[in-house]
């Protein structure tokens, strides 16, 4: 849970981090007691061979920087991030003739002008520039075996990431080679026989030290012969040695669309050798003789804040460097590694497991989609965890669309924060899988939003509050991108804020509470201002807006009132009046809110049987009725409007929808999807369609997600709804194991979160559920259910009580 915000600049934390100082952050949940490591085939995912391509590499990560390790013999290659490397500088992209546009705008939409509508919006309300700033790679640190063949440019894989191993590298024979991701201690590491040595190489990230650390050994002495160097493909990019044992890759970003680069940056690279010696030639680290290596590795770049890029990355990377070299890799490691096992190992998972289960990941992969592997899918929940904890900490930048790994300056779609949907599924997994403190990025981030979304709500809209469209990026801009087919969407903070809530409602701190509560308030502000009267039906709508992406066939994208608009701003409008009395505020504006969701359009099941997309019965006739999106069933999943209980005409519509969209999607859409039928109570169904993710058609060889290409927001939804199947938080009620499918008859699974702030623990065989265990971190009432049985308890805080059977007995209170 967090508490009281501190007046200390991300920039200013990670300087005093890197200088060995203690920085205290707000405690976002009780620390849980690590538990035991579970097989090593459902937290280990291994290779028989080097990485031919970025998509076959192992990502490591501390919250803020990151490497993607290869596991090279003769050559290594360690493709470097740190998350605030983005291209341009600070922008205000609002266009100052959107408000006297939209009225107009408004009029073509309530008369069925779509595309007249849409062109006036290309013209005069899309933002300026109309693309945002994209996510950048740093470069990469080589380690190449002194005396190795030269070798060629690197390949483009099949998925347009970069490769890195060279053919004639991959051809070499391999002895005793095997390079591997150890997820519950976070080592990335490779080994392998040469010249009758054995060679160990690992690699972790420390989010304490601030630096990521190699060390390489051999079990002959002086064995360790190698050459360091920096390599980068952005435009303003050097390499210099400094120090005796130190090159550094230093230089500025890229502009962006028309946005000045900004940022200065520098990673630099230590080489400490036990035995042998290191020396400088000609910018690169010359390592002779040496028994051991350790190379510790720092990246910073000036960026303070979306508005301020004064930082030092020198003062800063010098500083984690000279901090970190008398601790030694053995104490770095340690710490490293203890932190993340207070994370990871909150939570434990068991399917079952097959004899494949010991078999390379790539293999499994391969057969992911016909094979028994129930473990695979433990594998895939528990790398999604992992990757999560190694992308999203406190005081790091939020995960984006690729996490924090990356490796070209310009990735698909930027790289950006894609908040229709990727940003706020990257976060799904966190807080029922226990990773509270990895949401804290994301509430920094909407801080920030609520500060540049006001002046675009004031510039674009004449409206108070503030607002956000599809997509935002390391500056924080909120204004329409793209084209209006895509950006011309203005409920994207609005449904960032329902994390603000989700995070509160897991964790049950007012304190926190009524730090994020004039977010949530003023968000809903902007829409009480911007609201337009259907004048066919009387209703409230979003206008203009559009169901994302899609296209409803009658010339554009754009409309009024789409469905997802309105159950997001239910959830938003509910949450703003229920924060403000649980605080005791603004009880006039609570009522306002009330009153104001009450007005909003409601659901409409159309002529097919089918939840209507858009406020008119268009859904037979868009342009793709297989569209990725599935933006009007938001009420389904990740809210709880519309449920098998609770709405059971809705949720048949919902149904409906589904089934014409099909099972197969992008890998974010596929893993909605799963969530979807979770919600819906169909365990086979979503089983079926998990299989299909977690097989070679949306999975990678290294595990990430293929959308394709690689967005990382497939892996986290994939894992939550992992998780949906088996517990879920809906209605007031803890839901025992609601979409259980026949492929995991037996199992467990301890540590997950429900809302109401309780952990649960529960085990099922046979099908049925044997004994759950809940302990809440408040007194009050605790409501289970299990099929038609539910059990309400008293409990005390941290007090927790056991039921077994399906009966639910109590056995213990």
């Known amino acids: 849970m967090t508490g009281p915000t501190l007046d200390v600049s991300r920039r200013d934390a990670i300087a005093m981090l890197g200088t060995g100082a203690s920085l205290a952050l707000p405690a976002m949940s009780s620390a849980a007691p690590a538990r035991r490591a579970a097989p090593t085939s459902d937290t280990t995912l291994w290779y028989a061979q080097p990485a031919t391509s970025w998509v076959e590499a192992l990502p490591i990560g501390n919250g803020r ?284 998972l068991d399917l079952g497991r097959s004899p494949g289960a010991d078999r390379p990941t790539d293999r499994r992969i391969r057969d992911g989609e016909t094979s028994g592997d129930p473990s695979l899918a433990t594998l895939y929940f528990n790398y999604a965890r992992y990757m999560l904890i190694a992308c999203s900490r406190p005081g790091s930048q939020p995960a984006n669309l690729q996490g924090i790994w990356n490796d070209v300056p310009n990735p698909p779609w930027g790289g950006k924060y894609t908040v229709n949907i990727n940003t706020q599924m990257n976060y799904w997994p966190a807080e029922p899988t226990n990773l509270p403190e990895c949401v804290a990025p994301l509430i920094a981030m909407v801080r920030d939003l609520a500060i540049t979304g006001a002046r675009t709500a004031r510039t674009m809209y004449g409206a108070r509050g503030w607002v956000c469209h599809h997509n935002t990026d390391l500056w924080r801009a909120t204004a329409p991108i793209d084209g209006p087919a895509f950006g011309m969407w203005p409920t994207g903070g609005a449904w960032l804020c329902t994390h603000l809530w989700d995070h509160y409602d897991y964790n049950r701190n007012t304190a926190y509470l009524a730090s994020v509560y004039p977010l949530i308030r003023d968000a809903a502000l902007f829409f009480v201002d911007v609201l337009q009267v259907d004048p066919r039906s009387g209703f409230l709508v979003t206008n203009p807006s559009l169901s994302p992406e899609n296209n409803h066939g009658h010339g554009s994208s754009i409309c009024a009132g789409p469905t997802m608009d309105m159950s997001i ?193 529960l085990s099922w065989s046979t099908g049925e559920l044997s004994k759950v265990t809940v302990k809440p971190l408040n007194s009050g009432q605790v409501r289970v259910r299990y099929g038609d049985v539910v059990r309400s308890i008293t409990v005390q805080a941290g007090r927790q009580f056991s039921l077994l059977g399906p009966s639910l007995r109590v056995v213990s209170t």
């Open 569 to 761: 701003l239910r959830d938003l409008f509910d949450q703003a009046a229920k924060a403000a009395r649980i605080l005791g505020r603004d009880p006039e504006l609570s009522e306002q809110f009330a009153a104001t969701r009450a007005r909003l359009a409601p659901y409409r099941i159309g002529s097919a049987g089918q939840l209507q997309e858009w406020q008119e019965d268009w859904d037979a006739g868009a342009k793709d009725i297989h569209h990725r999106h599935v933006s009007h069933l938001y009420g389904v999943y990740p809210s709880e409007q519309i449920g098998l209980r609770s709405a059971p005409a809705l949720a048949a519509a919902a149904k409906q929808s589904l089934n014409t969209r099909g099972d197969e999607a992008t890998g974010w859409a596929t893993a909605w999807r799963i969530a979807l039928w979770a919600r819906l109570g169909d365990g086979n169904r979503a089983h079926h369609i998990l299989r299909f993710l977690i097989g070679p058609k949306r999975t990678y060889p290294n595990m990430f997600d293929a959308h394709p290409p690689f967005q990382i927001d497939g892996n986290f939804g994939g894992a939550a709804a992992i998780a949906e199947m088996l517990t879920s938080s809906v209605d007031g009620e803890i839901v025992l194991l609601p979409a259980l499918p026949d492929a995991w008859p037996s199992g467990s699974i301890t540590g997950l979160r429900a809302r109401g702030a309780c952990e649960v623990a």
């Open 65 to 348: 920087i990151s490497a993607m390790v290869h596991g090279g013999t003769e050559r290594e290659h360690l493709q470097l991030n740190e998350d605030t490397m983005w291209a341009g500088g600070p922008y205000d992209p609002a266009s100052p003739d959107a408000l006297a546009a939209l009225p107009e705008v408004r009029a073509h939409v309530f008369a069925g002008r779509y595309a007249e509508a849409q062109a006036l919006i290309g013209e005069k309300v899309m933002a300026r520039p109309l693309r945002q700033m994209s996510y950048g790679t740093v470069g990469t640190l080589v380690i190449e075996r002194a005396g190795a063949a030269a070798g060629t440019p690197p390949a483009r894989s099949p998925s347009g990431m970069t490769g890195i191993v060279t053919p004639a590298e991959a051809a070499l024979p391999l002895l005793d080679y095997r390079r591997d991701l150890d997820l519950d201690d976070a080592v990335a590491g490779t080994r392998w026989s040469s010249g009758g040595v054995n060679y160990r190489r690992e690699v972790i990230a420390s989010p304490s030290d601030q630096v990521i650390a190699v060390r390489i050994t051999a079990d002959r002495p002086g064995a360790i012969d190698v050459d360091l160097s920096l390599i980068s493909p952005l435009k303003q990019a050097g390499v210099e040695a400094q120090r005796k044992d130190e090159i550094v890759l230093l230089g500025a970003n890229d502009a962006g669309s028309g946005i000045p680069g900004a940022l200065r940056f520098e990673a630099r690279v230590k080489a400490l050798a036990k035995g042998g010696k290191v020396d400088v030639a000609n910018d690169r680290l010359v390592v002779r003789g040496a028994d051991e290596l350790v190379i510790l590795i720092a990246m910073a770049t000036s960026y303070r804040r979306f508005d301020d890029v004064s930082g030092d990355p020198a003062a800063i990377t010098r500083g984690q460097i000279d901090a970190a070299v008398p601790r030694g890799y053995a104490r770095i490691a340690k710490d490293a590694r203890d932190a993340h096992h207070t994370l990871f190992r909150r939570v434990s």
